[in-house]
């Protein structure tokens, strides 16, 4: 079964950074488009940052030069790196994993930004 378990979202002040984890069970992430996507009360769900299988790698304008998406080298795992967190980055946190019409969701990790 495939599964992707996201972990460490936490409760952060403004300024402060994270790094949010979504590990692989199943399968690997060699050939999936990764995107970490996120969803605030009462918004829709965004897609924050992708990395494809090639690496090349895409943010939204919100978050450029704050965020950085990676995987490791087993690819198993992809990460969030999160720096200069604000209020607006308060929302559920999701990791997808896609190849072709089959895609892969996280439960998803909460990352509150407050002081």
């Known amino acids: 079964q495939l599964q992707l378990v996201e972990s460490g979202g936490a409760l952060v002040q403004p300024g402060g950074s994270l790094r949010l984890s979504c590990a692989a069970s199943?399968?690997?992430?060699?050939?999936?488009?990764i995107g970490w996507f996120r969803q605030a009360p009462g918004k829709q769900r965004e897609l924050v940052a992708r990395?494809?299988?090639?690496?090349?790698?895409n943010y939204a304008d919100s978050v450029k030069g704050r965020f950085t998406i990676s995987r490791d080298r087993a690819m198993r795992t992809s990460y969030l790196q999160m720096h200069d967190l604000k209020p607006e980055d308060t929302a559920v946190y999701y990791c997808?994993?896609?190849?072709?019409?089959?895609?892969?969701w996280g439960q998803g990790t909460q990352v509150t930004v407050s002081s």
């Open positions: 990395i494809v299988g090639g690496g090349s790698t």
């Open positions: 997808s994993a896609r190849y072709g019409s089959e895609q892969v």
């Open positions: 199943g399968f690997t992430l060699d050939y999936y488009t």
